[in-house]
């Protein structure tokens, strides 16, 4: 069992900059494929980022290249996504996951574990 709890997100102006990041417990977290996903009201959860159990291979959406870097810290059983220029479409709650491998990830499915989410709002 692995229990996925993210931190860091918040309220940021546009052009900002936020890092949310994401524990994981138990001790088999380079196991793991991780990626990020987000909810905006009223939308679908939608894919962001994903890095191999390795951290050497990475995917984006679209509409995050040059902004969003994923990385991760297998010694502390940590992802991050480092937000740059942050526009008020960003604004979603934001949510790590856990799963098998990056293109599954990036399809949404193959998620063994989702986290509770953090809220991140960019103001224009």
């Known amino acids: 069992q692995v229990q996925l709890v993210e931190s860091g997100g918040g309220l940021v102006q546009a052009g900002g900059s936020l890092r949310p990041s994401c524990a994981a417990s138990?001790?088999?977290?380079?196991?793991?494929?991780m990626g990020w996903f987000r909810q905006a009201p009223g939308e679908e959860r939608e894919f962001v980022a994903a890095i191999s159990r390795s951290g050497g291979s990475t995917s984006y959406t679209d509409s995050v290249k040059g902004r969003f870097t994923i990385s991760r810290d297998n010694a502390k059983n940590t992802v991050y996504l480092q937000m740059n220029s942050l526009k008020p479409e960003d604004t979603a709650v934001y949510y790590c996951?856990?799963?098998?491998?990056?293109?599954?990830?990036?399809?949404?499915?193959?998620?063994?574990?989702w986290g509770q989410g953090t809220q991140v709002t960019v103001s224009s």
């Open positions: 138990g001790r088999t977290f380079s196991s793991y494929v």
């Open positions: 996951a856990a799963g098998v491998s990056v293109a599954h990830v990036r399809e949404g499915y193959g998620i063994d574990y």
